[in-house]
């Protein structure tokens, strides 16, 4: 995990200096690399004796593990292992198509390409600037380099891996053994939502990884008192925070019990670097995220980016013990729902309705409800904006009984405590906080993996529990393979091998013809300035999915919004695209664009 934290660090770096210096290009970024790699040849090349002593030794301690494993555990992997591969298949097969990438994740990158910069720039869409860009970050370096989309989803399928190897380290401080590792290996990647975000390019289970290897290391950080465990911790929990917003809410229950356990040590051995390194995680977590936090005060006078109309659409505007407990049931009751059993979906609605009614209480109280949404359990399953995990949320939930009588009888290690507090108190900042939203489940990854250390700890010490999982395990697999094979946005049937772009539209196929003409306009004229006309939750990035290969700059006209008092240099506009204005002509700088489209219902092209 160090090494991950230390690879995602220079990218960051690499990022923000290449952007001060408005060369955020492919020569710079291949550039920076080359002496990178340059750097790691050299070292290997001074250290290749050891490196040999190292790499005999992994080889002889995989081949002793995997020796180790009876035939039961040994088909879970090679089950597992299928899975995996087919993620990646078809990460690579289908293009980046889940709605929030066509409006921010991927169309931030198009612009920060054209202007060699992640500067600030006016739009409609202002998530493309304000929200916490590294998964950005890392895709913008893989596609430029690539020239393509192409490797853009598998970056959330390798953090999968990297969240299963800081897994199996928590396992390993609390003392368990490899058939419990393998179990956790197979939670992990079988949860649905997982399986459905590994092919996408969401940033839930990048900010995963980051949280659950701040975990790991603040564990070691308090026992060792060592500077690379504190080193490391700033870095996950910076990187964390870099990634999305709700890093926030998840890393401070792990700080909190770091915190106190630094105090501790500080008192009982007197060693000062519990006082000291502390500081030192506190800066480097401000540093990774000091270019982010200095463009989001410039924009909104707030490091966070947002003001206080956006803050209100998240955040919960009033709260007490009631309105916590009904936030409560609705996260979970989002989790009840099954593939091929819509009925299933609709009677955990009626259920939720009714306890809401029972306690009089108003359950679509747009004070707590995203957007003045109405509650419902998501009945398409397959679908990674609110996907259930039912039967893992089922098997943490008695995890989590068990494990809470063993506290009342004393049974359980400090350390295990301490991670059951952790994720308890989650659950609790992340429903007192945030409001009820419809695609809430996928907000949830964090909390479902680093729960998965807790449950193969209660197995541990549960024999019921324990044959229940080896029960359930050939199901969740078969499940789990079901939903990576016939999923909504990238499914293994007839459209995978259709056309590359109509496969960008999977969730919104009924604009695919009107972007389809205005994209092969583009392409065909060879127009590089376009100007935007567009709406806050519109599509951008099919238009633009060229951007890697050759020059184009997006430009926003007509921006309403906080962002348009952002510098940005307008040249001659060559067309003007609109997903708002259906006028018969738009007159910009002294000239006039004829609408060329005036028979769309979705996107105007003006020339």
Not at 165 to 189: D, N, P, S, T, W
Not at 565 to 573: D, E, G, K, V
């Amino acid at each position: 995990m160090a090494t991950v934290l230390v690879f995602c660090t220079l990218v960051v770096c690499i990022t923000e200096i290449l952007s001060m210096l408005q060369c955020f290009n492919f020569q710079s970024i291949l550039i920076s690399w080359s002496v990178v790699l340059i750097a790691n040849l050299l070292w290997l090349y001074l250290k290749k004796e050891n490196i040999a002593v190292f790499t005999c030794n992994l080889r002889q301690n995989i081949y002793n593990v995997f020796k180790s494993l009876n035939v039961f555990n040994k088909i879970l992997l090679g089950s597992v292992s299928v899975i995996l591969l087919l993620i990646l298949a078809q990460s690579i097969i289908y293009p980046p198509n889940n709605w929030d990438s066509m409006t921010y994740h991927m169309a931030r990158i198009t612009s920060w390409v054209s202007h060699q910069s992640v500067a600030y720039y006016p739009t409609s869409i202002v998530r493309q600037l304000y929200e916490p860009p590294f998964a950005e970050y890392l895709i913008a370096h893989i596609s430029i380099l690539s020239k393509g989309d192409y490797f853009a989803n598998p970056v959330q399928l390798f953090f999968l891996l990297f969240t299963i190897v800081g897994i199996v380290l928590i396992l390993e401080e609390f003392g368990l053994g490899v058939r419990y590792k393998v179990v956790a290996v197979v939670l992990a990647v079988t949860i649905p939502e997982v399986v459905l975000e590994a092919s996408s390019t969401q940033n839930d289970i990048v900010v995963s990884f980051f949280i659950i290897a701040a975990c790991y290391f603040a564990f070691r950080a308090v026992r060792s008192g060592r500077f690379t465990d504190h080193l490391f911790l700033g870095l996950a929990v910076g990187l964390g925070i870099l990634t999305k917003g709700t890093a926030y809410i998840y890393l401070a229950p792990v700080l909190l019990f770091w915190g106190i356990g630094s105090l501790v040590c500080l008192f009982r051995t007197r060693n000062y670097n519990y006082l000291l390194l502390p500081l030192m995680v506190a800066m480097l977590a401000i540093s990774i995220n000091a270019g982010q936090y200095y463009r989001n005060y410039n924009y909104s006078k707030n490091v966070l980016g947002t003001d206080k109309e956006e803050g209100k659409t998240y955040a919960n505007q009033k709260m007490s013990a009631g309105l916590l407990l009904s936030s409560a049931i609705k996260n979970a009751g989002m989790h009840f729902s099954l593939m091929y059993a819509k009925p299933v979906a609709k009677l955990s609605t009626k259920v939720v309705y009714k306890l809401h009614a029972m306690a009089g209480m108003d359950i679509n109280d747009p004070a707590v409800n995203y957007r003045n949404s109405v509650y419902i359990i998501n009945e398409v399953v397959t679908d990674e904006d609110g996907g259930p995990n039912m039967i893992h949320f089922i098997l943490i939930a008695a995890s989590f009984v068990i494990l809470g009588w063993g506290i009342i009888k004393l049974k359980h290690q400090p350390i295990v405590n301490i991670l059951l507090a952790i994720v308890v108190l989650q659950v609790i900042f992340f429903c007192a906080y945030l409001k009820w939203q419809p695609w809430v489940s996928r907000l949830h990854v964090p909390m479902f993996l680093l729960a998965i250390p807790l449950v193969c700890y209660a197995l541990s010490i549960n024999k019921v529990l324990k044959k229940i999982v080896y029960v359930v395990t050939p199901v969740i697999l078969v499940y789990a393979l079901l939903v990576t094979l016939h999923n909504a946005r990238r499914p293994y049937s007839a459209p995978m091998f259709s056309s590359r772009y109509q496969n960008y539209f999977k969730s919104k196929p009924w604009v695919y013809d009107e972007y389809n003409a205005g994209y092969t306009t583009i392409s065909q004229s060879g127009a590089k300035n376009i100007g935007l006309i567009f709406g806050v939750d519109d599509w951008e990035y099919p238009l633009f999915k060229d951007g890697f290969s050759r020059q184009i700059n997006p430009v926003y006209i007509g921006v309403d919004n906080i962002s348009m008092s952002l510098p940005q240099t307008i040249t001659t506009l060559d067309c003007i695209i609109s997903t708002t204005v259906n006028h018969p002509f738009i007159d910009f700088n002294g000239k006039r664009f004829y609408n060329k489209s005036k028979g769309n219902k979705y996107l105007f092209l003006y020339r």
